[in-house]
């Protein structure tokens, strides 16, 4: 499917997890906490100040005074205090009252005492508790206090001091629901590669009797979004063994070493737990290719891992049943000794689906959605080619909404239609209102596209056009709807391709004499196609069968990355002067069509400025009536 705009500038029920049985209070397990001690001194402290007598504060002057007079029955004398009885007894209680005084220094004090008759004691001060507690207890609880908030919120980041050479890979339970391939759709080629693993984990003597052995590793490189995890844990289920999922970014730490060290200690469970898969995700994290500066005092920590992990994978010994799977969208950066044979000695494409694989990953998205009788799987995948099965979940998931919003018994096709142009073209932007002047000029500008689509012979047809704005900057666009599934374009075929992209300008010249700014994108695009024609595909009837430009592309996937100039000054003008040729050959030869159905173009424009939105069929409608 093709796009031209006008431009300003089976889901799988969630895992359920085995919830523990709530116990009673008496059957619980207690554990230790420091709020329980710092409670319990509270009580004991509280408990003891209860038992203690009740004494009245008097001033020392009035402490003389009642030693004067005699009142006094009998004393404690301490370094800071002194407390004792008095003669004078309580009106409430009927008891002795009990005093305590602050005393000054007093040379004859213990004279007076004696002469009075007052029974007195001499009390030497004991600090031990009070030391205990102000020098020890509470300093170590302040540090463990401390101590444990921060081990608690690194418990929570995932940082854990105690067990922080530990791997952090997921085990997956038995008791989970797992993953057949009958879940994967889109893929046939990579499930048959990975039957042979599935086949050496439940038989590994029927390879070994031939003297062979499992290849150690295989890697599953792909586009994002394509399944490449969800193929790995569809092994796992099929061969009902041990699946140990990590991330690459979860072996890297803060800490040297503890890469390195959760390697070793992942290994080492796997061959405790044999035959199992290691399924290392985003394997890229740690798999770069190494050289270029190091870190201050020693290898980088993530090379360390790399060399840890090539140590690991050239050790263990494939008879046991451990098979490494790793996936990554990246293959160009990774290490070349992680990719030579006795490592990932196989490398399997995870290539975006065809028509059919998409109609067979739609079956798998839909078998919990209640769809209605209109619903055409087929036109649904013919109208998402470049779909991954991540692409065509959301799209189900956005027409399931879409249908709950508008309170619909079922899912129709008008709310695929509209989940497929709100995911490639971005939600409707209701609140952007194009002024008149504006409007007639997107319509006039969509509908050059259409025109030329629908006349050219080497198009595909037109599936549907708006000038509904969408997304950032998109005020209308033209879909094409691919009648087959397509590999290869003749030169025809790209020529025609151009002219529908220079048809929107071309209209609007034509139509008001002069162009605006929506055919940017257009433009762009067109520009690109032209230049690859005479660089790369060697479409040029002057410069021949030349390839013009090194590419520096991506191992397994094909990205471009950066162009190394290999071709003189001349050459670059020869190229500049094709590339010009053919843009005019075009745009003449667009005029030529658009001028010539001029009836037709006002018609279309007036009927979608109307509408807003046409399908394929008013479009022919709408042709056939202005012949």
């Not at 854990?160 to 050479?165: D, R």
């Not at 494939?318 to 006795?342: H, I, M, Q, W, Y």
Request: glycine letters at 8%; one cysteine or more.
């Amino acid at each position: 499917m093709k796009k031209t705009n006008y431009q300003t500038g089976q889901k799988k029920p969630p895992l359920e997890v085995n919830r523990p049985v709530e116990k009673k209070f008496w059957q619980k397990q207690g554990h230790f906490s420091f709020w329980y001690f710092i409670a319990v001194m509270i009580v004991f402290y509280l408990f003891q100040s209860s038992l203690q007598v009740k004494r009245q504060e008097i001033p020392y002057s009035q402490f003389q005074k009642y030693l004067e007079q005699g009142q006094i029955s009998e004393c404690v004398i301490r370094e800071k205090i002194i407390t004792g009885t008095l003669k004078i007894k309580d009106e409430k209680t009927d008891q002795p009252r009990h005093f305590i005084t602050v005393p000054l220094y007093n040379s004859d004090l213990l004279e007076k005492l004696d002469q009075h008759g007052v029974k007195f004691t001499v009390a030497l001060e004991n600090h031990f508790f009070r030391d205990l507690l102000l020098g020890w207890i509470i300093p170590f609880a302040l540090i463990f206090l401390v101590w444990g908030f921060v081990a608690k919120k690194l418990s929570h980041a995932g940082m854990n001091f105690m067990n922080i050479g530990k791997n952090r890979a997921r085990i997956h339970a038995d008791s989970l629901p797992k993953v057949r391939f009958s879940d994967v759709a889109g893929v046939d080629e990579a499930k048959q590669e990975l039957e042979e693993v599935i086949e050496f984990l439940r038989n590994p003597q029927h390879f070994q009797r031939l003297g062979g052995h499992m290849p150690k590793g295989v890697l599953l490189v792909g586009a994002p979004g394509t399944g490449k995890t969800l193929l790995a844990r569809a092994v796992a289920g099929e061969a009902g063994v041990a699946f140990f999922n990590i991330s690459g970014s979860d072996f890297i730490e803060m800490f040297v070493g503890v890469g390195a060290a959760r390697v070793r200690d992942l290994f080492d469970q796997a061959r405790m737990k044999a035959p199992c898969i290691i399924f290392i995700d985003e394997i890229d994290a740690i798999g770069r290719q190494r050289g270029g500066a190091v870190a201050v005092g020693g290898h980088d920590e993530r090379e360390q891992t790399l060399n840890q992990l090539l140590v690991e994978m050239d050790g263990f010994d494939t008879s046991r049943g451990v098979v490494v799977l790793a996936s990554t969208n990246r293959p160009e950066v990774l290490d070349k000794a992680l990719l030579r044979p006795g490592r990932f000695d196989r490398q399997i494409v995870v290539d975006k689906p065809d028509l059919k694989g998409r109609v067979d990953i739609l079956k798998i998205h839909i078998r919990n959605l209640k769809t209605g009788p209109d619903v055409d799987l087929k036109v649904i995948a013919k109208r998402t080619p470049g779909f991954v099965g991540a692409d065509l979940a959301n799209a189900a998931n956005e027409a399931a909404i879409l249908a709950a919003r508008l309170n619909r018994e079922y899912i129709t096709m008008s709310d695929f239609e509209a989940a497929i142009d709100k995911v490639i073209a971005g939600p409707e932007k209701k609140s952007r209102t194009l002024n008149p002047e504006e409007k007639h000029r997107v319509a006039c500008h969509e509908a050059g596209h259409t025109l030329v689509a629908e006349l050219v012979p080497g198009c595909e047809p037109v599936h549907k056009v708006s000038i509904i704005p969408r997304g950032i900057g998109a005020l209308g666009y033209t879909l094409q709807l691919p009648e087959k599934e397509k590999f290869l374009s003749t030169k025809n075929e790209l020529l025609d391709q151009i002219a529908v992209l220079l048809g929107g300008r071309i209209a609007e010249e034509i139509v008001f004499g002069d162009v605006s700014t929506g055919a940017q994108n257009d433009i762009e695009r067109s520009s690109e196609l032209v230049r690859n024609m005479v660089c790369s595909y060697g479409m040029s009837g002057k410069l021949g069968a030349l390839s013009f430009g090194k590419k520096n592309r991506a191992v397994f996937l094909g990205t471009e990355f950066s162009e190394e100039k290999n071709y003189s000054e001349e050459t670059a003008r020869q190229i500049d002067a094709e590339v010009m040729k053919i843009i005019k050959d075009s745009y003449k030869r667009v005029s030529s069509i658009v001028a010539e159905n001029r009836q037709k173009l006002d018609a279309l424009a007036a009927l979608l400025e109307q509408k807003e939105v046409l399908s394929g069929e008013e479009v022919k409608a709408v042709l056939n009536r202005e012949q």
